[in-house]
């Protein structure tokens, strides 16, 4: 229940208001890619496969772990992905996951090839509750695992009120690391229409009634996908040019996956159809 628009609306919305691409990354799920790169090979867009993970705390009452978006840039980068989405599944209960920084530092057991998440790109999600220390610290980190042309952070600007820290904590953080800043829009909507049934949705993944949900509701409905306009207005020029090129080292499609029957199973004398047979 991460957004109240189908994989499909967004495509055709994106599609209709110009955009050279985009991302669909629900939270440590790849469910809604398939739908949405068959609406995208009709209409001719871009699609960029990818998933949101928010990494669990160093430890026990410290400040909530870094939120990653990571985007596959090859058939490689998409394996990595589902491999990590894989792990962070299985070591928690069903409908739940924990990503951890370990994971990403090549300690997983049997999958040290996870390290750095090859052939991925990594965007850094600024949180409002977090200092600009934890921010610095977060982006540090990811620069030392991904590389720098692998990872940049993203700029959310939401008509929230942390906005201005927003502006000045990622600016003085990618001036110290060296990171790039790129836009990005948290999207759970192809239309601010769809407000409603966000909230809706957000009630229903907290079992609580709407009336009942406070500031657990979205404070606006900025997240829709807005026209280019509306983001050249909010976002600088480089912010967004860093998109385009994030888009363009992104060059997976789900045209390139076949099914892959296990050949080791296969007594010899065999083939796959005449031993399942």
């Not at 008509?159 to 927003?166: I, Q, V």
Request: proline share 6%; hydrophobic share 45%; aromatic share 6%.
């Amino acid at each position: 229940l991460t957004g109240a628009s189908h994989p499909e609306e967004l495509v055709a919305r994106a599609h209709e208001l110009g955009y050279a691409a985009l991302a669909i990354t629900d939270e440590c799920s790849l469910a809604g890619v398939v739908r949405a790169h068959v609406q995208a090979k009709r209409l001719g867009l871009h699609l960029i496969v990818g998933a949101e993970m928010r990494l669990a705390p160093a430890m026990a009452g410290a400040e909530p772990g870094a939120r990653l978006v990571l985007l596959a840039q090859s058939r490689r980068g998409y394996g990595n992905l589902a491999q990590w989405i894989t792990v962070a599944r299985r070591r928690a209960d069903k409908s739940t996951y924990i990503a951890q920084m370990s994971d990403l530092e090549g300690r997983v057991p049997h999958a040290p090839y996870l390290a750095g998440l090859p052939d991925c790109f990594a965007l850094l999600v600024p949180e409002p509750a977090q200092t600009e220390e934890t921010l610095f610290a977060q982006a540090l980190w990811l620069k030392t695992w991904f590389g720098p042309d692998r990872c940049a952070i993203a700029v959310e600007l939401l008509h929230r009120a942390h906005d201005a820290w927003l502006l000045e904590a990622v600016q003085r953080v990618a001036g110290l690391t060296g990171l790039a800043l790129a836009a990005a829009g948290d999207v759970l909507m192809h239309s601010r229409a769809r407000k409603p049934l966000q909230d809706a949705l957000t009630a229903t993944r907290l079992a609580t009634p709407v009336a009942a949900c406070g500031f657990a509701l979205l404070p606006n409905a900025e997240n829709h996908l807005r026209t280019r306009a509306r983001l050249a207005a909010l976002h600088a020029p480089p912010w967004l040019q860093a998109t385009v090129r994030i888009a363009a080292s992104c060059a997976f499609s789900l045209d390139e996956l076949h099914y892959e029957y296990p050949e080791e199973i296969v007594p010899e004398g065999h083939t796959p159809t005449s031993w399942l047979r």
